[in-house]
């Protein structure tokens, strides 16, 4: 099940995030969340977000509601100049590309077991239904357990690009299929 994120979840979100084999693709320079207070405030950011089409929802078990991981589907920041910290040149945010990505991150606990690719099928329907005409996934050139999720779920491997956040990426991408 997808949920929109509630400050109960900042324990889960701490969890997740605090753990260097869930980090270690994240992000030019991967780092695990320190401090719950960082947990806290990223529950309430992601509890606040509202976009029509764009979001990021918590895998949930349906019986249960214990939260597997995290879902998105949001603004693909565009690559700006060299700058080590994932930012722009300025160490301002990323412009968006005008292009939508979708990623996963998900609980150790919950690898293996289909969660990733089942709740992107459903934010892909979703993002088609919504008008979106294409959804990439840029994924670290390592890490190949998400590089399967992307072609499970249809996307096409793309190849190599540094075009998104000032980094080294492989790209997947799915267009929305015509009537």
């Not at 991981?69 to 301002?92: T, V």
């Not at 998900?106 to 099928?121: I, N, T």
């Not at 050139?141 to 190849?159: K, W």
Request: proline share 7%; with cysteine; glycine share 10%.
């Amino acid at each position: 099940m997808l949920r929109p994120w509630t400050l109960d979840d900042a324990d889960f979100l701490f969890d997740l995030y605090s753990r260097w084999e869930v980090q270690r693709f994240i992000g030019r320079e991967p780092r695990v969340m320190t401090d719950r207070a960082e947990a806290i405030a990223g529950a309430e950011r992601l509890a606040a977000l509202e976009h029509p089409v764009h979001g990021v929802w918590a895998i949930t078990d349906a019986a249960t509601s214990q939260p597997y991981g995290a879902l998105l589907l949001k603004d693909l920041p565009a690559s700006s100049g060299p700058d080590a910290s994932g930012a722009g040149s300025s160490g301002e945010p990323l412009d968006p590309s005008g292009d939508t990505e979708i990623g996963w991150h998900l609980h150790p606990d919950a690898w293996g077991r289909g969660y990733a690719s089942e709740a992107a099928q459903r934010v892909l329907q979703h993002a088609f239904d919504g008008g979106v005409e294409r959804v990439l996934a840029v994924t670290h050139p390592l890490n190949t357990a998400s590089q399967r999720v992307a072609l499970r779920i249809g996307m096409s491997d793309l190849g190599v690009t540094d075009a998104y956040y000032n980094a080294t990426c492989s790209l997947f991408g799915i267009d929305r299929p015509q009537p």
